[in-house]
């Protein structure tokens, strides 16, 4: 009794500190965990057995989700060739259009916008079927028999996820290049020749190897974070059940697409 009144007096200051001292601790639980967790999981890539686990995960991670980083690509590089042509056309410089399709997609736009785009459709279904499996206890069940659910599970999904990414992001910048071509020199009358010279004039090999680095590093948070949370959906203190796997769905592609425009940033700023 005298424990809740003196609480009761607490300073509101000591409530703020106390309540952001309990986030800080389950952050720092959480990024341990995630962080073991990714360990663990890259470590069972190599193990026997692992290849047909990984090509089927790359058939649904990868060749599934093609379709629509393919469309997306190419609008936009549709607009940016609309776009840029129009802010250059105003400086007589509407012959750099290429350079700018090109630089702007292998850079920045091409690995971002085909990892948010695969998280959407890939990392959602990652989290959603762990999740499920989980709390329908298929997880337990392989434990029970001696196997090992991140082996069995995880590894694959995140060694394909190393693979596709990389793939998708060149296939982006491919199509949104040929978008780019259409809106330029098709629609706009730009001339043919120039645009490709730009193209290839202005790509250096550190632009397309930069654009890798940022697709391995999204894969493997994107991977990370999505399997982590479903395989630890039951775990949520608020939410039970088919709530608890709605939550941590949205919940991975919310944090996912967050940390891929943070490690942008980051590995951008160590590339440059």
Same mark, same amino acid.
């Given at each position: 009794m005298e424990y809740s009144k003196a609480k009761q007096n607490d300073p509101p200051w000591d409530l703020l500190f106390n309540g952001l001292g309990k986030k800080t601790i389950l952050t720092v639980n959480s990024l341990g965990a995630a962080a073991i967790f990714l360990i663990e999981t890259f470590i069972l890539i190599f193990r026997p057995k692992q290849v047909r686990a990984i +090509? &089927?995960?790359?058939l649904h991670i990868g060749s599934k989700s093609s379709g629509i980083v393919l469309m997306v690509g190419l609008f936009t590089g /549709?607009? /940016?060739g609309l776009q840029m042509y129009y802010a250059l056309v105003?400086?007589? %410089?509407? =012959? =750099? *259009?290429?350079? =700018? +399709?090109? *630089?702007?997609l292998v850079r920045e736009l091409g690995p971002v916008l085909t990892a948010i785009m695969i998280t959407a459709r890939a990392g959602s279904a990652m989290t959603a079927e762990i999740g499920i499996q989980r709390i329908s206890e298929q997880i337990d069940a392989l434990e029970t028999m001696g196997i090992n659910p991140i082996k069995y599970l995880i590894s694959p999904r995140l060694a394909a996820a190393i693979v596709s990414f990389p793939i998708l992001t060149a296939f982006f910048d491919l199509i949104g290049l040929l978008g780019g071509y259409l809106t330029g020199v098709k629609l706009l009358g730009l001339n043919q020749g120039a645009y490709i010279y730009r193209v290839y004039d202005s790509l250096e090999w550190v632009?397309?190897?930069?654009?890798? +680095? &940022?697709a391995i590093v999204f894969a493997v948070l994107v991977s990370t974070i999505c399997t982590f949370r479903g395989y630890f959906c039951h775990m949520q203190s608020k939410s039970r059940g088919a709530q608890s796997v709605s939550n =941590? #769905? #949205? %919940?991975? +592609?919310? *944090? %996912?697409?967050v940390c891929i425009l943070v490690s942008d940033y980051v590995v951008t700023s160590l590339l440059m």
């Amino acid at each position: 009794m005298e424990y809740s009144k003196a609480k009761q007096n607490d300073p509101p200051w000591d409530l703020l500190f106390n309540g952001l001292g309990k986030k800080t601790i389950l952050t720092v639980n959480s990024l341990g965990a995630a962080a073991i967790f990714l360990i663990e999981t890259f470590i069972l890539i190599f193990r026997p057995k692992q290849v047909r686990a990984i +090509v &089927k995960q790359v058939l649904h991670i990868g060749s599934k989700s093609s379709g629509i980083v393919l469309m997306v690509g190419l609008f936009t590089g /549709m607009v /940016m060739g609309l776009q840029m042509y129009y802010a250059l056309v105003d400086y007589g %410089s509407e =012959a =750099a *259009l290429g350079s =700018a +399709v090109a *630089l702007s997609l292998v850079r920045e736009l091409g690995p971002v916008l085909t990892a948010i785009m695969i998280t959407a459709r890939a990392g959602s279904a990652m989290t959603a079927e762990i999740g499920i499996q989980r709390i329908s206890e298929q997880i337990d069940a392989l434990e029970t028999m001696g196997i090992n659910p991140i082996k069995y599970l995880i590894s694959p999904r995140l060694a394909a996820a190393i693979v596709s990414f990389p793939i998708l992001t060149a296939f982006f910048d491919l199509i949104g290049l040929l978008g780019g071509y259409l809106t330029g020199v098709k629609l706009l009358g730009l001339n043919q020749g120039a645009y490709i010279y730009r193209v290839y004039d202005s790509l250096e090999w550190v632009d397309i190897y930069g654009g890798f +680095v &940022k697709a391995i590093v999204f894969a493997v948070l994107v991977s990370t974070i999505c399997t982590f949370r479903g395989y630890f959906c039951h775990m949520q203190s608020k939410s039970r059940g088919a709530q608890s796997v709605s939550n =941590a #769905t #949205t %919940s991975a +592609v919310v *944090l %996912s697409c967050v940390c891929i425009l943070v490690s942008d940033y980051v590995v951008t700023s160590l590339l440059m």
